[in-house]
């Protein structure tokens, strides 16, 4: 199965209210990245929080890692339309990046 | 910068026939690629790894004949989906690192999407 999985799978905010995401991992990590991916488009990396780091800020993102329970959160804060997409945390396993089955957000306007 | 160009964005064509998908790296050298394939609504599945003059590295389960990988130049790898059928349909991404991939973040093309008659 996947190394990361997220929830929840998909999210409906109003625009102004935040979004919270969370990924869980199986095995032990140097790193972990999100990226946001609109529909029909590739991916685009946001953060990279490092295993050394708890907390890790970027603009209106906040990522939180706590390597004891193997998983991490992002926060959306006051999020816009804009913001809608899929969301997708990743780690690296192995010789590769694997990808979580990831978050589709929704904010309405 | 770290400009990734996929290309062609959408392309159909008919059932026996082949087709070429190009990643370029536009203003880095990318020491490795990897294509990837996402179905509607999931998450993406690594295909491959391509590192520049060397054979790519498949996943378990991918068929190496069938998607055929060429990373020639450090600015350029080609996926080639041969004899595509209808299955093949899908949402193919391209992704490209200049940095050991582990520790720096990946560098995506905007994907093609495939259709197959």
């Known amino acids: 199965s996947q190394q990361g999985e997220e929830d929840p799978q998909a999210l409906s905010i109003q625009e102004g209210e935040n979004a919270t995401m969370n990924c869980s991992y199986k095995?032990?990590?140097?790193?972990l990245q999100w990226y946001r991916q609109n529909s029909g488009r590739g991916l685009v990396h946001l953060i990279l929080?490092?295993?050394?780091?708890r907390e890790k800020h970027s603009g209106r993102l906040r990522v939180t890692l706590d390597t004891s329970k193997k998983s991490s959160s992002l926060l959306i804060t006051a999020s816009r339309a804009a913001d809608t997409a899929s969301y997708f945390c990743?780690?690296?396993?192995?010789?590769?990046?694997?990808f979580g089955a990831g978050t589709i957000l929704r904010v309405k306007s | 910068g770290a400009v990734v160009s996929q290309h062609p964005s959408w392309v159909i064509c008919k059932s026996g026939t082949s087709v070429k998908i190009e990643c370029r790296s536009l203003?880095?050298?990318?020491?490795?690629m990897f294509w990837y394939r996402q179905f509607p609504k999931q998450s993406l599945m690594l295909m491959a790894t391509?590192?520049?003059?060397?054979?790519?590295?498949?996943e378990q389960g991918v068929e190496k004949d069938k998607f055929l990988i060429n990373h020639a130049s450090l600015t350029l790898s080609t996926l080639t989906v041969t004899s595509a059928h209808p299955e093949d349909s899908s949402f193919y991404i391209c992704?490209?690192?200049?940095?050991?991939?582990?520790?720096?973040?990946?560098?995506f093309g905007n994907g093609t999407r495939l259709t197959v008659t």
């Open positions: 992704s490209a690192t200049d940095r050991h991939w582990g520790n720096s973040p990946l560098h």
């Open positions: 095995t032990s990590i140097n790193n």
């Open positions: 929080i490092r295993s050394n780091e």
């Open positions: 990743a780690t690296p396993y192995g010789n590769k990046l694997v």
């Open positions: 203003d880095f050298q990318a020491t490795t």
């Open positions: 391509s590192n520049e003059g060397s054979k790519a590295t498949y």
